[in-house]
Every structure is written in C-alpha cells, then in structure tokens.
C-alpha cells in the first residue's frame, strides 16, 4: 500500500507541474491579448477554483477552523496566491516563455534564504556559490533578453515581476507550511481562494460585469477554463497530495518539469526561439540551483 502512494505522489507531481508547464504558455496567449486585465483574470480564478473546493466541501466531513487561524489564513492568502499569481498574470505579458520558466526555476535558492533565516540553516560556500552562478545567470539573461529584438521580447518589469512571483509563493510555503499541514486540503483551499476573490472583486467587478462574455473568442474562454480548472483547482489538489507521499527534495525535483515542457511548447508553436545566449543562461541558473540542491543541511551534518 505504501509502494502504491508512492508512486501515485510521483505521479501527482510530474502532473501538476506539466500542467504548470503548459500553462506558461497558456496565460501568455491570454494576457497578451489585453482582452481582461491581470486582476480580473485573478478575481475569475479565485471565484472558479475557490467555488470548486467549496463544492467539494459539501460532500466531505465538516472540519472546523481554530478562529485564532483564520487572520493566518488570510495573510496566506495574500502571500501565497495574491501576490504570487498577480505578479505572475501582470508580468508574463512582458516576458518570453523560455525566459519565465528559467525564473521559475529559481524558487530552490529563494527557499535557501528563507531557511536561513526562519530555521537558523547556515550559508555555506557551496550554497553561497550556487546562488551567485544562478545570479549571474539572471543578469545575463538580463542583458542579452532586453536588448533582443522581436515582438516577443522580454522586459526589466516582466523580469521583476516573476522574481516577485516566485518569491513570494516561496516565503509562503516557508512562512506558513505549519498552517498549510494542519488542515485538508480541502478546508485551506477553500478559505485561500475565498479570501482571495474578496479583496479582488470590489475593483474587478465592473470590468467584470461589463465583459461581453457571448462574443468573448472561443479560443481564451478555454484558456481561462484551463487556468481555473487545470492549473489551479487541479494543481493545488495534486502537489499536496504529492508532498504527503514522497519527499520534498523529490518534489523539487519534479519542478523542472515545468522549465521543459513551456520551453518545448513555446520553440514548438513559434512563440519563443532558442538561442546560444539564452542555453547559457539557463545553464548558469540550472548549474547554480542544483549546487544549492545538493548542499547539506544543517540536520544532515550533525
């Protein structure tokens, strides 16, 4: 039985982030198109997927919320899918998607810092070296991105925007993983996206209701249902799923998945072009996370 959970949190996880992979691709076609703004795109996501686990909430067993947990709850939200998705919808209009998905990627040496600080971990040279080699692939990428020429080219504030995406779902995982393992997935889910949809729909709502959904295009009415259905009720059901069951250096690894499956996509439809530069870059980035990844924690010295 435990052989089976195993290997079903492996496939959990290879899922969930091919369909973050694919969704790269995705909210850069329906960002692009300026047909909704990013709030209204996160309002309409938290409202779907939050409404999904409410649904789901009504055939499960009632779970009870401690009332000291839920100004807790509500800062993970904020934290966690506010910021985090906000800064993912606004900047991914201004960045290509190989360029994001090397971004992406960086979420390992932001975990590093947030563990030095939260749990005392030290900052070895190896760690220290992994961070500068991916640092200096960051400015590389930079450089050789923004002076680029084409109409899919990549921008400072579609750089800093994924940096802050990623940032600020790592310091959320840190930050509040006692409180993301207290209660079902379920019963979190549910309140972080209903927080969520209630601080962004009072500036959302008119754009909303103002939308002519009947003759919105086909093709980013069924980007948007992936968006609210695959790469958020289904991911968020699936990585934790996956965290229970096999171990997070293992789940980490999995989210290389994502960096391969857009960056395929994306050369594949004629969305991005590969370039020395950019395999450079992204060897510095890669090259300097695993350095980070296969350093020793403060526990395994001991």
Request: aromatic share 14%; hydrophobic share 55%; charged share 10%.
């Amino acid at each position: 039985m435990k052989n089976k959970l195993t290997l079903l949190g492996h496939f959990a996880c290879l899922m969930a982030y091919a369909i973050f992979g694919f969704n790269i691709i995705v909210c850069k076609d329906l960002t692009s198109g300026q047909l909704l703004s990013p709030l209204t795109i996160f309002c309409l996501r938290a409202m779907g997927a939050g409404g999904l686990f409410w649904l789901i909430s009504l055939f499960m067993p009632k779970e009870k919320v401690d009332k000291k947990d839920y100004l807790k709850i509500f800062a993970a939200s904020m934290l966690g899918f506010f910021a985090c998705q906000l800064s993912f919808l606004a900047g991914i209009p201004y960045i290509t998607p190989m360029d994001c998905s090397i971004l992406a990627s960086l979420s390992p040496i932001y975990t590093l810092f947030i563990a030095a600080i939260a749990l005392k971990e030290p900052i070895t040279w190896q760690k220290a070296g992994g961070v500068v080699v991916s640092f200096l692939g960051i400015i590389y990428l930079i450089i050789t991105s923004v002076s680029a020429t084409g109409a899919a080219q990549t921008t400072p504030f579609g750089i800093v925007m994924l940096i802050i995406n990623a940032l600020s779902f790592s310091l959320y995982l840190g930050i509040f993983r006692p409180l993301i393992s207290k209660y079902s997935v379920v019963t979190f889910m549910k309140w972080i996206f209903l927080f969520a949809f209630a601080v962004s729909f009072p500036f959302s709502a008119t754009e909303i209701f103002s939308t002519s959904w009947s003759t919105f295009p086909s093709i980013q009415l069924a980007e948007l249902g992936y968006l609210i259905v695959a790469a958020t009720f289904i991911t968020y059901t699936l990585i934790p799923f996956g965290q229970k069951h096999i171990r997070p250096t293992l789940v980490s690894l999995y989210s290389y998945v994502q960096p391969i499956i857009a960056i395929a996509i994306s050369i594949f439809i004629g969305m991005d072009t590969l370039t020395w530069q950019k395999v450079l870059a992204a060897a510095m980035v890669f090259g300097g996370v695993i350095i980070v990844s296969y350093s020793k924690s403060k526990a395994e010295r001991h």
